[in-house]
């Protein structure tokens, strides 16, 4: 078992936020322009996907669901922030911290991001560029964390619709139920069960779905899903003290362990 009591540590710190940073970041998050991403250099960078939201799927006053937990609060986005955090001083990644990047499907930029990150998929929309954009990012090298989202009434079009939109991304795809003995659990610590990982809000227990090169479970995974859970709600709130540590601390060694994952294979 690899150590990880710096977690606890980190997740006791408060963060404030006020509500008219808040009103903010709801104003830049609903325009049309996308949030300022950081320079590259080279670092590693944690990209989030942004998407054209289907209807219903908009919350806390106009924010899309492909933001839900980024909190583009005083700069920083939140659940992401509160994970390179944890990466950076429990690993030698240097990854960048305060700073993100935001990144449509079919933008260029997206192949200087090794690992990209979806949540609220059962509402996402896709074009037919963004859906050959996102197939050569796959297929090039690139590893995609779905996350946060769920089957109707309170998912959008849940699994189906999403996997409707990977079957365009990667017709001969198939996600499978992906066994706590895949290399994905432990590229850094040891998860040995998945049922160590919390539920925020959702009923019944999370689903972890694969989606392997070739559909050979030999290969590396291309995709991983977090289906009917919410691991990212963790990572966002985990420094207010609205989550407990030990919680956090599970989730937060599964985010772990995604990111080293898809930066060495």
Sequence with gaps: MRPYRRLAVLGVSVLSFCLTDLAL???RLSSSEPPVNASYD???????LRYTTAAGGYYYG?????????????????????????????????????????????????CKYPVAYMTEAGYW????REAEAFRAYLLKG???????????????????QFAANMRR????????????????FHSFFDIDSLGIIPQSYDQG?????ALFQDNDPSKRVIAIANFNTDVSDFWEFSATGFRPIDESNEAY?????YVIYGLTH
Aim: aromatic residues 10%; glycine residues 12%.
């Design 169 to 184: 991304v990667l017709p001969d795809g198939r996600f499978v139920d992906v066994e706590v003995s895949s290399p994905i």
């Design 62 to 110: 106009g924010i899309p669901a492909w933001a839900h937990g980024y909190w583009s609060v005083r700069g920083g986005a939140r659940a992401e922030a509160s994970l390179m955090k944890i990466l950076k001083e429990i690993s030698l990644l240097d990854a960048h911290v305060e700073d993100s990047a935001v990144l449509a499907l079919d933008d260029p930029d997206l």
């Design 125 to 128: 929309t896709l074009t037919d």
């Design 25 to 27: 970041a709801q104003q």
């Design 42 to 48: 080279g670092r590693f960078t944690f990209a989030r």
């Design 142 to 160: 690139g590893f995609v964390i779905f996350d946060d989202f769920r089957d109707p009434p309170r998912g959008g079009g849940g699994w189906e």
């Design 253 to 257: 060694k599964l985010g772990v362990n």
């Design 205 to 209: 227990p999370p689903i972890i779905r």
